[in-house]
């Protein structure tokens, strides 16, 4: 399995390229998407189990995924809730509500992060 930096990528589903930003660090994790008004494509929280969306501002679109990056579950929060933990969960994507429907993101599915 890949040890990924913060930084940016490209999230790859099916044939759809997404921009993505990484989130590595126990610094970057805990900021995540706080203080921001809008998403550009996803961020990847990795290791991560579980979020929350306290002190967000939007809702998001909220993806668990397993070692292999296979989606666990998808599922959609508004601001100021705890995300149950996915016990077989090791990274965690967000983005935009309504966006991973858009992307065929859904249970099942396997994902791939470049770069």
Same mark, same amino acid.
């Given at each position: ?6 930084? %940016?990528? +490209? #999230?790859? =589903?099916?044939? =759809? ?16 998407? /706080? ?11 990795? @290791? !991560?189990?579980? =979020? %929350? ?11 668990? #995924?397993?070692?292999? /990056?296979? =989606? ?8 100021? &809730?705890?995300? /149950?933990?996915? @016990? &077989?969960?090791? %990274?965690?994507? +967000?983005?935009?509500?309504? !966006? ?9 599915? &396997? ?5």
């Amino acid at each position: 399995m890949a040890r990924w930096r913060d930084g %940016h990528g +490209e #999230l790859v =589903v099916g044939g =759809v390229r997404i921009p993505l930003e990484i989130a590595a660090s126990y610094r970057a994790r805990t900021k995540g998407l /706080l203080g921001r008004d809008s998403v550009d494509g996803a961020m990847l929280l990795t @290791p !991560a189990g579980s =979020v %929350h969306t306290f002190r967000m501002r939007i809702p998001v679109d909220v993806a668990y #995924l397993d070692r292999r /990056l296979t =989606v666990i579950a998808v599922r959609t929060m508004p601001p100021g &809730r705890l995300g /149950l933990p996915r @016990p &077989r969960s090791r %990274h965690v994507l +967000e983005a935009a509500a309504g !966006a991973m429907e858009g992307w065929g993101l859904r249970a099942g599915v &396997r994902v791939e992060v470049v770069g």
